[in-house]
């Protein structure tokens, strides 16, 4: 029986999805083997149980079976190599009515903590009927919780998600907009501009392929004017020497770019993990405080959990997690000038090859019409180069907003959250009335 003292009278209806306001969060944490240790109010009403039939209890008390196994495989491999996730889980509460929630789950404290937000984007529809055929393939094909986990990987890849992470960090990030638009509140700044910073990371992918992509053009067009050379002049002639000059100069640049810009010695294939590292932790914390803001504002019995206790270890771990994020975005910063610095020492380069590339048009001049098409060689230098330092404009450009970006966002660390995504639509009215 349900503890009436503690029960909001709150109507539940006998069939369907169980009452889980929009803006509402909550939290559970087990040991080690998935016994429930803990929660919040919100769970418990949620879920509908005592007090009394939770804590103890494993954690499938609440498993809805709709949810496939292979969900369950990657969420605890995850967990058990002492790692995050974020997953959409549906559960079910004991008088049999369902709840879907974004569940962000954590290693604490020799066991594990999960904190959950109601999901409204529209991409919760895409999980439902993915969930429906992992569950169809594992029910009527024998598939193992391995094999229909990696199904969902695969699924997710031509879905555009390079991995189950970037899905999970992009989902989390999807529902928390969702969320504050749901509600009429302006998008969480960090979630925002971490978003704006990944797709930066992404244009400064591009620009740099296509620097990438016109090395390899300077480094074949010398070749073309070496073979015009031994055709206009005799061995060793200044044509055949600039083109050497030319070729070596445009081929030690590449190389540099590839060494210090994009190289195995880079960072710079970091810079998109980074941002999304931080945009996760940053988002996770986010829940955690609110969770804790949940118990301030509660103010009611947990049974036998120790309500100072619970709130400490909330808020210890979206500190720890804030300064994760803080790390991981400082790394960008870093990553992000460095990158900057490199293209100045590019377009120093660039300054030598464009002397070798004008002598190269006097000596075509002075040929005249023997020049057998070297002007038209060294005209597809220019437009190479000019092409170059295009591409070097707009990754100094992209540079300078990643890191007015990541500015913004370690200064967001501290600010302020909206009530109604605190406690929820409901207590938020009803603290405001109070």
């Known amino acids: 029986m349900i503890d009436q003292k503690n029960q909001r009278q709150e109507p539940r209806p006998r069939s369907g999805e169980a009452p889980f306001n929009i803006g509402e969060v909550f939290y559970s944490r087990t040991d080690d083997r998935g016994i429930i240790q803990s929660g919040n109010y919100v769970f418990r009403r949620v879920a509908h149980f005592d007090w009394e039939e939770l804590i103890g209890a494993p954690h499938k008390v609440i498993r809805h079976p709709d949810m496939p196994k292979g969900v369950f495989h990657l969420f605890w491999d995850q967990l058990k190599r002492g790692k995050m996730i974020g997953a959409y889980v549906k559960n079910r509460s004991k008088d ?9 789950a954590m290693p604490w404290q020799g066991g594990f903590l999960s904190a959950r937000i109601k999901p409204t984007s529209a991409r919760l529809e895409q999980v439902k009927r993915l969930y429906a055929k992992m569950l169809d393939r594992e029910q009527t094909g024998e598939v193992s919780p391995e094999a229909s986990a990696q199904f969902l990987i695969t699924e997710l890849g031509s879905m555009g998600f390079e991995s189950y992470e970037d899905f999970a960090t992009d989902s989390l990030a999807e529902e928390l907009l969702s969320e504050a638009r749901n ?120 049974g036998t959990v120790d309500l100072k206790e619970e709130r400490e270890g909330l808020v210890k771990l979206a500190d720890r997690y804030i300064r994760q994020a803080q790390d991981s975005t400082n790394a960008v910063v870093i990553e992000a000038e460095r990158i900057r610095a490199a293209c100045k020492e590019m377009r120093r380069s660039l300054l030598a090859l464009d002397t070798v590339r004008v002598t190269c048009n006097i000596e075509n001049a002075r040929l005249g019409n023997r020049s057998d098409g070297l002007g038209d060689i060294v005209a597809s230098l220019a437009e190479t180069q000019a092409s170059v330092a295009a591409n070097l404009d707009q990754i100094e450009t992209t540079i300078t907003k990643v890191i007015a970006q990541a500015d913004a966002i370690r200064s967001q660390n501290n600010e302020e959250t909206s009530p109604v995504l605190l406690y929820g639509e409901k207590m938020a009215r009803a603290l405001q009335s109070a």
């Open 96 to 104: 049999g009515l369902y709840y879907w929630v974004f569940a962000v």
């Open 183 to 302: 509600l009429g509140l302006p998008p969480i700044a960090r979630v925002q501009l971490s978003r704006g910073m990944l797709e930066k990371a992404e244009e400064l992918r591009a620009h740099t392929d296509g620097l990438s992509s016109e090395f390899e053009t300077l480094s074949g067009i010398p070749i073309n004017m070496q073979i015009r050379a031994t055709r206009l002049e005799n061995k060793g002639g200044p044509i055949m020497t600039l083109a050497q000059t030319y070729g070596e100069m445009s081929q030690q640049l590449s190389e540099w770019f590839a060494k210090n810009v994009v190289g195995a010695d880079s960072n710079f294939s970091r810079i998109s993990d980074n941002i999304k590292e931080a945009l996760f932790l940053n988002s996770a914390a986010g829940i955690l405080h609110r969770c804790n803001a949940q118990l301030q504002a509660e103010r009611r019995d947990l």
